[in-house]
Structures are given as structure tokens and as C-alpha cells.
């Protein structure tokens, strides 16, 4: 595709749902990145795909939090659970190989009542 | 562990005036080093990246390895460069590490 592709772009929710969100990488990116976005916090990297695997899963918050990415392709970050502090912007990037420039999505605006 | 520091979160200068946003790092090999840009509603973009030693927008970056610092310069300010810059390292097979970002604030 033209550019890295997330879904949904805002999604409010009630504190205690489940939520999952969607990241459709650039075509031929090998590498995917989840990002959290907070406001005054910066960028805090969450988690990392080369194809399939999950070398990286150190910046998870909790074990509330999971990814998976199938296909070498889409991927999707679950937030079970889900707590005020959850609430932030979740920006997802894809790169051709680990090391060279990420390219991000819009990201997802989420927002836990 | 590598780190980025932004010291400034806010940055407001006039236009026409020289700025740099500082960014300093800590690593001990032979880091990457980035800004990337992100205007109001727009996606966050990579702006420049020190091996590519190129001007972008008029800005450029010079990574200092002595004083392990990787500031962004740009002599005269415009109000489109109005944004949140954000510094970022790369080492070696490893994800990037970003700074908190400064909000760069250019006036008429």
C-alpha cells in the first residue's frame, strides 16, 4: 500500500472492555513497530515483529498487553481489560529491515472512560 | 542502555531566526542518529538521517561524537516549520530509542 495503514482511527471504550487494534504495514516491510503515544511522555516503544516473531517484548506495559503480527504482514495490539491509563495515541511503523527508517502510520486515538 | 534526551520541551522562536533543537545520547558504540518531524495532523515523518549528511527543509544535523550530541539547526525559522521534532538512535540490530520530543513553536 501507499503508506502504513491503522485502524480504527479513534476508539472510545468503557473501562474493563477489550481492545484491539489494527496495523497494516507498507508491502515488503519485514519489520513492525508498536508505539505509544502519551500526552508529555513522548514516543514509548512497545513492541517489535521481524516477520512473525516478537524478538523484543520488553516495552509491553503488562500482561495486559499482547501482539501478534501473521503473514509477515498485518498485525494487531490487544489491550485486555483496559484502564484509564491506557488512554493515548498508538502509533504503529514499519521499516524494510530493523535498521533503517520507520515509516508510521496515523495511529489509533484511544480513549478508556 | 541507550538513552535520548530532548532538554527543551518547548522551543519558541520568530520567524527569520536561527534554530537548533538540542538532542544528546548516550550510547557506547557507533549509534544512528535521526529527527523525525510530526506538523499538527499529519503523521510522524523521518525529516533526516545523519548518514545521509543531507539539508532537508533547510535543516541539517550534525552528529558529535565527542560531545555525543546530534542537534538540529535551521538558520532562518518559518511558521510551516511550527511541529514536534523528536531525536531518535538506532544501534545495530535494535529498534529505535526516541526522545520526548521538543515542540517547536515559530511565530510571525
Known amino acids: 500500500g501507499a503508506g502504513v495503514s491503522q485502524s480504527p482511527s479513534n476508539k472510545v471504550t468503557e473501562k474493563g472492555k477489550d481492545v484491539e487494534l489494527r496495523c497494516d504495514p507498507i508491502?515488503?516491510?519485514?519489520?513492525l513497530y508498536w508505539y505509544r503515544q502519551s500526552l508529555g511522555q513522548g514516543l514509548e516503544f512497545l513492541i517489535y515483529?521481524?516477520?512473525?516473531?516478537?524478538?523484543?517484548k520488553s516495552g509491553l506495559p503488562s500482561d495486559r498487553f499482547s501482539a501478534e503480527r501473521t503473514g509477515g504482514s498485518v498485525s494487531t495490539l490487544t489491550i485486555q481489560r483496559t484502564q484509564q491509563e491506557d488512554s493515548a495515541v498508538y502509533l504503529c511503523?514499519?521499516?524494510?529491515?530493523?535498521?533503517?527508517?520507520?515509516?508510521f502510520g496515523d495511529g489509533t486515538r484511544l480513549s478508556i472512560l | 542502555a541507550q538513552r535520548v534526551t530532548q532538554p527543551e520541551k518547548l522551543l519558541s522562536v520568530f520567524k527569520g531566526a536561527p534554530v537548533e533543537l538540542k538532542c544528546n545520547y548516550s550510547?557506547?558504540?557507533?549509534?544512528?542518529l535521526f529527527w523525525y518531524v510530526q506538523y499538527s495532523r499529519q503523521r510522524l515523518q523521518l525529516l533526516l538521517r545523519?548518514?545521509s549528511r543531507e539539508s532537508i527543509k533547510g535543516f541539517t544535523a550534525d552528529l558529535n561524537k565527542g560531545e555525543t550530541s546530534f542537534h538540529l539547526k535551521k538558520p532562518f525559522a518559518q511558521e510551516e516549520d511550527s511541529a514536534m521534532y523528536y531525536c531518535?538512535?538506532?544501534?545495530?540490530?535494535?529498534?529505535?530509542?526516541f526522545g520526548k520530543g521538543t515542540m517547536l513553536l515559530v511565530s510571525p
Open positions: 515483529f521481524q516477520g512473525n516473531s516478537a524478538p523484543d
Open positions: 508491502s515488503g516491510h519485514t519489520a
Open positions: 511503523a514499519s521499516s524494510l529491515e530493523i535498521n533503517q527508517p520507520q515509516h
Open positions: 545523519h548518514i
Open positions: 550510547y557506547s558504540g557507533s549509534p544512528e
Open positions: 531518535a538512535l538506532a544501534s545495530g540490530y535494535s529498534t529505535l530509542t
